[in-house]
């Protein structure tokens, strides 16, 4: 590897995930619940995509693996955790390895519910989990118009891009 790889400030990374929709399950989205939804995500956690994404960019930036590497769903120790926990282990990963998180830019596609009103407390909400400013972290939500699984509303998926710079 050279040198100047290796001395490099910043890296990117990007994320996707998707999850299933079922009724009787509750919706969390960038660590918010979304209320008025009568569908939340079959997962092994709290079915976060977003957060979940989001990792996955995060580790990807220092080639780190993804989040089913972490936090495999093959065990207990993971069920039904909130993906908020997750994503602060995460952090604490890219710290420990001296790095700080410089930006993160999400896109949610999911047809219904529609989420714009949910998006200003998921950046609030990221942005405590991160340890960054607001300004650090972009959401936005679309729709398919009603093409692919996501349009006929049995999933959502969602892609996450990260860049992290070196503290040291």
Same mark, same amino acid.
């Given at each position: 590897m050279s040198n100047e790889y290796k001395n490099c400030?910043?890296?990117?990374?990007?994320?996707?995930?998707?999850?299933?929709?079922?009724e009787g399950l509750p919706m969390w989205l960038g660590g918010v619940r979304i209320e008025d939804s009568a569908v939340g995500f079959v997962a092994h956690s709290d079915g @976060?995509?977003? $957060? #979940?994404? &989001?990792?996955? *960019? &995060? /580790?990807?930036?220092?080639? &780190?693996?993804? $989040?089913? #590497? #972490?936090?495999? @769903?093959?065990?207990?120790?993971?069920?039904?955790?909130? !993906?908020?926990? &997750?994503? !602060?282990?995460? $952090? !604490?990963?890219l710290s420990e390895k001296g790095w700080a998180v410089g930006n993160a830019d999400i896109t949610? *596609? /999911?047809?219904?519910?529609? $989420? *714009?009103?949910?998006?200003?407390?998921?950046?609030k909400t990221l942005a405590d989990v991160m340890g960054v400013d607001e300004d650090q972290v972009s959401v936005k939500a679309t729709t398919t118009e009603k093409m692919g699984f996501v349009g006929r509303c049995e999933g959502c998926q969602v892609w996450a891009t990260a860049l992290i710079w070196r503290k040291s």
């Open positions: 400030p910043f890296r990117v990374g990007n994320g996707y995930d998707v999850h299933q929709m079922k @976060d995509v977003a $957060i #979940h994404a &989001l990792c996955d *960019a &995060l /580790l990807g930036c220092l080639a &780190l693996g993804d $989040i089913g #590497h #972490h936090f495999p @769903d093959t065990g207990d120790e993971w069920a039904g955790i909130d !993906s908020k926990i &997750l994503l !602060s282990k995460v $952090i !604490s990963m949610i *596609a /999911l047809q219904k519910p529609k $989420i *714009a009103k949910y998006v200003p407390l998921m950046r």
